[in-house]
């Protein structure tokens, strides 16, 4: 079974909030015939879109092919939240790799970021920015580690935009008793992820890029110039891009073994009346293992994020999230849901990134665990200067220790499954 089309309708995106409030592009065409170009990017969500418009402005021909839609998988149902550093914390990235480059990836964290604030305001991305992403503690235990950590990120880092938030300064914001402290990041930030990715696939039209939509690959051969394959046509490249993150399949094993697609899901409510559950608006993120995201849509929805499978098929969508949702905010028990979606991302197991050189002249970036919105548009404009003959910060990530998941192609997901639920219960009886 194809994760492509397991759960979806060939072509069209999900029923969303997100698709239900963004303008898609008109349909491009997809790939006919035989064609050639200096790079072939498979994959139209962040990183490929990213890679095609920085490629296509330093003066590349360029052809991205998407199975669906630009911005049909995780780029376009994720909970929209962008912030500075990586997946995990500091003092992990320092034990990994050392102090040199934990503060080189620190810095690209912060310019990952910042990536996302030029293209929004340089292309008129209509996908403003709203500031602020709370970490939520479950335990005052946890409450006192994120204040260490604020600590350390001000003191080693020089990074002070984060606020300390003890339990009534928490709940005042969260209308919520379940969390007992927590930390405000003034420099993170939400925004809708689909007009975002739409605003990326404009700009890269614009620059030169081409997009074939609903062309998916069935094969690529390797060369000199690579041969990328699909149904109805083939591209001959100079270079190819990987960009498919949870949905790259077999194309690539070696790839595949250190990246695991998972799925994840959201629920929005109808538009709620004033300071419900939010006083601000801000966005959230809490100290489950499997994670709880929340924030409000432009008309006072609450999207929330929650709940994980590890299989081809989804579950019940809104069984699966209004669980922890009531969980989180008990006075939505009679609210009505009026959205339920889902989609697959992909993990590794460090949670850093996996960039791999596949080939002399292919290149692959996936593997963001959750924090893609930032970290996959700047995979995509690293990749470009990596073609470019500028690979500094491609190979930093590329030199990161990154076991592959044990089990072989077999046993990966079953062992993984195993894995996530034993977390789960952990969350579940508060360990």
Known sequence: ?????????????????????????????????????????????????????????????VRLLEAHRVGFG????????????????????????????????????LDARDLVHELIAHHGIDSPISPGVIHADWQASGARHSHAYA????????????????????QQIVQS????????????????????????????????????????????EPGAKPIIRTQSGHVQADHVILAANGYLGGLVPQVAARVMPINNFIIATEPLPEGTVLTRNHAVADSKFVINYFRLSQDNRLLFGGGESYGYRFPDILRTVRKPMLQVFPQLADTRITHAWGGTLAITMTRLPCFRRVAPNILSASGYSGHGVALATLAGRIMAETVAGQSERFDLVARLPLPA?????????????LAMTWFSLRDRLGI
């Open 74 to 109: 995780a780029s376009g149902r994720n909970g929209g939240q962008i912030g500075p550093g990586q997946r995990i914390e500091q003092d992990a990235i320092e034990r990994m790799v050392g102090h040199e480059d934990a503060r080189a990836l620190w810095q690209m964290g």
């Open 405 to 417: 998941f044990p089990g072989g192609r077999a046993l990966r997901n079953p062992l993984l499954a």
């Open 151 to 170: 600590e350390k990120l001000a003191r080693d880092y020089g990074y002070t935009d984060i606020e300390a938030l003890d339990r009534a300064q928490i």
């Open 177 to 220: 008793p379940a969390y007992q402290g927590g930390i405000l990041d003034h420099g993170a930030g939400h925004l809708h992820p689909l007009r975002y990715a739409l605003g990326l696939a404009r700009a890269a039209l614009a620059a030169g890029a081409v997009i074939h939509e609903n062309a998916l690959v069935v094969a690529i």
């Open 1 to 61: 079974m194809n994760l492509l089309f397991a759960n979806d309708r060939a072509g069209q995106y999900p029923p969303s909030y997100y698709a239900e409030t963004a303008t898609p592009l008109p349909l491009q065409a997809s790939l006919r015939g035989a064609v050639q170009a200096d790079v072939c990017i498979i994959g139209g969500g962040y990183t490929g879109l990213s890679a095609a418009l920085h490629l296509a402005q330093r003066g590349y021909s």
